[in-house]
């Protein structure tokens, strides 16, 4: 599968616990970026990744929220202290710029329910 | 104002019509228009892209871009029932270096009746 792949792609969780999800790109993509998209509305932007450089970070990212991409690989989004507003469906893109064009491709997605 | 407006729908076509989604933005800025169709629980899939004033048509699909008025539509020819989803308007601008984060519509659901 040459996709971009997320795990888990279901996740139940209580209120207050932590929860961390992964992202493995299209291997070729140097950039990678993640939004999360809740019931009747688009997805919404969280954060963004050059290689390994967390080059911007959303206000709807609070200090609860980190992620973070190793070695400019896979991502990893960790939410601390779950609350119920966190649950959302969390979903990962990765691209390559060439001549000027940037496609974002999307993986299938994590959805967290926060009970 | 919204940074992408879309009617949300449902708009609601027979097979075989054309299907007409429209999108405004409001930043004169953007630079790159997008629209990716997203099956109910499914990730968005990318339809079409479109760079510059005009047209540009793939297959059944046909983008259409005003940048003066600040529009972007999609048609869709000989409308079919799997053509039945949320179709959602991405725009792409630069701030300061070269950030591309696609900003989204709400998406406009489409059903085609057979």
């Known amino acids: 599968d040459t996709g971009v792949s997320q795990n888990p792609r279901h996740k139940i969780t209580k209120r207050g616990q932590n929860v961390t999800f992964r992202c493995d790109p299209i291997s070729e993509h140097n950039r990678l970026y993640w939004y999360r998209q809740t019931l009747g509305q688009g997805p919404e932007f969280l954060t963004y990744f050059q290689n390994e450089a967390q080059l911007e970070k959303s206000r709807l990212l609070s200090d609860r929220f980190s992620a973070e991409r190793p070695k400019g690989s896979f991502s990893t989004l960790e939410i601390q202290r779950t609350e119920q507003g966190d649950s959302a469906m969390y979903l990962c893109a990765s691209s390559l710029v060439r001549q000027g064009e940037n496609i974002q491709y999307f993986g299938a997605g994590t959805r967290l329910s926060v009970l | ?114």
């Open chain 2, 1 to 114: 104002q919204k940074e992408v407006e879309q009617n949300s729908g449902p708009l609601s076509v027979p097979e075989g019509a054309i299907a007409s989604l429209n999108c405004t933005y409001s930043d004169r800025g953007s630079q790159s228009f997008f629209w990716y169709r997203q099956y109910s629980g499914k990730s968005p899939e990318l339809i079409m892209s479109i760079y510059s004033n005009g047209d540009k048509e793939d297959g059944r699909f046909t983008a259409q871009l005003n940048k003066a008025s600040q529009y972007v539509s999609l048609l869709i020819r000989d409308s079919q029932p799997s053509d039945s989803a949320t179709y959602l308007c991405a725009v792409t601008r630069r701030s300061g270096g070269s950030n591309y984060k696609l900003t989204f519509g709400k998406g406009t659901l489409l059903t085609v009746n057979p």
